[in-house]
Structure formats: structure tokens, C-alpha cells
């Protein structure tokens, strides 16, 4: 049975389902085109990820207790990677004319660009949930896509496929040494913030101690 939930959140769970059965079958269909065989690894291992991610969604949302939510494992790029910048000669874009066409740099693009997206649409999703348990699944999932999409950009990076462009120094270095730390209005105390925050555990707890004004008869 499904979860009761409002009507706006039901739509955006309806719109993340959707996207993620069709990020799915786009991976199917640009698979058999894979001719490198890490990113045939890393394919096959998001792939997958994301299958086991869209299932537990489904049972999530069908069958929400509000009694807690088995949480997955969630997806981490490599960490030991160094960026390479500048441009060296990037290749020329241009849309193919054949399915015959297609080679890993495209199917690369596709990756990134369904992970971008899913990414966007997880978080944006996340601020429109009143239920708690549908947040957190939805938080959890925009990083989820942001850890994919920054492991398909690393092999993209190293194989020359996306090139990141740089400034002069000089205009680097003036564009972030424009901003100075607020002054004069005195550093918070981290000890007392802390003390202000309240922990997550006992955001839905309600007050019993309410006083409920009486109703006139």
C-alpha cells in the first residue's frame, strides 16, 4: 500500500521514477557501443547502482511505515584524482550522422549529462518533500548522481574528452582576492552555535508539553 503523501511530493517521486527508467534503458542503449574497457567497467557498475537505487525507491514509497527507511550504500567517485587543466587541441564537436557513429566519447556525454540532471532534479525534489523519509532518500540520492557524474568526468578528463579551460593567474587570483571575511560585526562562537542547533533526531518529535487553547462551545 502506498505511503499517504502530499500531492506535490507524490509528483516529484513520479518525475525522479520516470527519469531514472529512462536514464536506465539510455544506458542499455549505449552500452553495446562501449569500446573501452574502463569505462565499460564504470558503466556496468553505475548501471547497476542505479537499478538496485530505482528498486528500492519503488518499495520505499509503496510501502513507507514512518517507521524508517533502509538506507543504501551510497556511491563514491575516487578520490586520488588530479584534475588535468588547460586545453591541448580539443577535438571539434559535431552531431553524428549514424548510430554506426557513436564511440565512448559519446556515450561518456550521455553519462554525464544523465547524471547532471538526475542530480538537479534529486535536490530540487528533496525541498519540495514534506515527508521526512522521502527527503532524506531524495538527499541522498542528488549525491549519489554527483558522485557518478564527477567519476564519469574524471575518465572523460583523462581520456582529453572534457577539457577544462583556465584563466591567466593574474585574473584568477583577482576575481577570489576580491572578497575579504565580514568585519565589525563580531566572529560567532562555535561552542554556543552548536548549542543553538538542534539535533536531527528530534526535529519531528512532537511537544507534548503544548498548551492547546480551548475551542468556545
Known amino acids: 500500500m502506498a505511503a499517504h ?8 517521486v513520479h518525475e525522479i521514477l520516470c527519469s531514472a527508467i529512462a536514464g536506465i534503458n539510455t544506458m542499455q542503449l549505449y552500452r553495446p557501443h562501449v569500446k573501452d574497457q574502463r569505462l ?35 556511491y563514491r567517485a575516487p578520490s586520488n584524482f588530479q584534475p ?13 550522422m549514424s548510430a554506426n557513429q557513436i564511440d ?30 522521502i527527503r532524506s532518500m531524495m538527499q541522498q540520492g542528488a549525491v549519489n548522481c554527483s558522485e557518478q557524474a564527477y567519476e564519469i568526468w574524471q575518465y572523460m578528463n583523462q581520456a582529453g574528452y572534457y577539457q577544462v579551460p583556465t584563466m591567466k593567474e593574474m585574473t584568477t587570483n ?9 568585519s565589525g560585526m563580531g566572529m560567532p562562537n562555535m561552542t554556543n552555535m552548536a548549542n543553538m542547533v538542534t539535533p536531527q533526531s528530534n526535529l519531528y518529535q512532537p511537544n507534548t508539553n503544548t498548551v492547546r487553547p480551548t475551542l468556545p462551545q
Open 84 to 96: 588535468v587543466y588547460g586545453l591541448d587541441n580539443p577535438a571539434a564537436s559535431t552531431p553524428n
Open 104 to 133: 565512448d566519447r559519446d556515450v561518456s556525454s550521455a553519462l554525464l549529462a544523465f547524471h547532471k540532471s538526475s542530480a538537479m532534479m534529486k535536490i530540487i525534489a528533496a525541498l519540495e518533500c514534506a515527508n521526512p523519509q
Open 174 to 182: 583577482t576575481v577570489l582576492n576580491h572578497y575579504e571575511p565580514a
Open 5 to 12: 503523501l502530499g500531492a506535490h511530493e507524490t509528483m516529484e
Open 40 to 74: 565499460a567497467q564504470i558503466m556496468d557498475k553505475q548501471m547497476q547502482f542505479t537499478i538496485n537505487e530505482y528498486n528500492q525507491m519503488v518499495q520505499s514509497v509503496q510501502h513507507l511505515s514512518g517507521q524508517g527507511m533502509a538506507q543504501g550504500t551510497p
